[in-house]
């Protein structure tokens, strides 16, 4: 009796798990290229805009730190030239060497202000171009799985970057199931109407390092000794 009942729970049991694969939906996979979304969002084309007017403000804020710090640097030259000038009496000699070295701190202090605004302005561009990105994606991405829910996608893969391996994450798709225009499309529907569409443009880097310094200067003479 159990040599007939055992293929007969065997069919049973496989045609159970037949009945529970074809249960489940179909895989439908669909891509995107999230990077390509991402520049030609209206919104990154005029965050871009803001970062590089940023940008262009703080150097030039930058480049007056610098003109007034060179400034400083020539007169310490001066002054330290009349310390060791031997024309000039002792007292004359003395009188330069200590503005001189009052001078020099005044230059530090400059060169820390600059160096300190520097890094403030590069942290600062840093972080506001870190929040844009993030929120963005993330109405980037809700978009995409709007539209890969209305397709009725069960998977959606990213195409625009590498992997680990430094090879597309994607080595083919069907340009029939990507899904990268339509994104666009949606996502710059509400593109105001003063906005027009535009190349994507490179995101605004921060302000260049720029500074001074004291040039080699000879140490002023000891005024307390006679020519």
Do not use: C
């Amino acid at each position: 009796m159990n040599k007939l009942l055992r293929p007969l729970l065997a069919m049973a049991a496989l045609a159970a798990s037949s009945t529970a694969l074809l249960a489940q939906p179909a895989v439908k996979l669909i891509t995107v290229d999230i990077g390509k979304v991402f520049d030609g969002h209206y919104k990154s084309e005029e965050a871009n805009a803001k970062f590089r007017d940023a940008e262009q403000k703080a150097r030039e804020q930058a480049e007056e730190l610098r003109k007034q710090g060179q400034t400083m640097v020539d007169e310490y030259k001066e002054l330290a030239e009349q310390a060791k000038n031997t024309l000039l009496n002792a007292d004359a000699r003395t009188k330069a060497e200590q503005a001189a070295q009052k001078k020099l701190e005044e230059i530090q202090r400059k060169q820390a202000d600059l160096q300190g605004f520097l890094q403030n302005t590069q942290n600062s561009l840093s972080q506001r171009i870190a929040t844009h990105r993030d929120l963005l994606l993330e109405e980037i991405t809700k978009t995409v799985n709007e539209i890969a829910r209305r397709k009725g996608a069960t998977l959606v893969l990213d195409k625009s970057g590498p992997s680990a391996f430094r090879i597309p994450v994607v080595l083919y798709a069907d340009p029939a199931y990507d899904i990268t225009d339509e994104v666009l499309a949606e996502v710059n529907k509400d593109r105001p109407a003063a906005t027009t569409a535009a190349k994507p443009a490179a995101p605004a880097t921060t302000a260049p390092a720029a500074g001074f310094t004291v040039p080699n200067v000879s140490k002023p003479a000891d005024p307390a000794k006679k020519p």
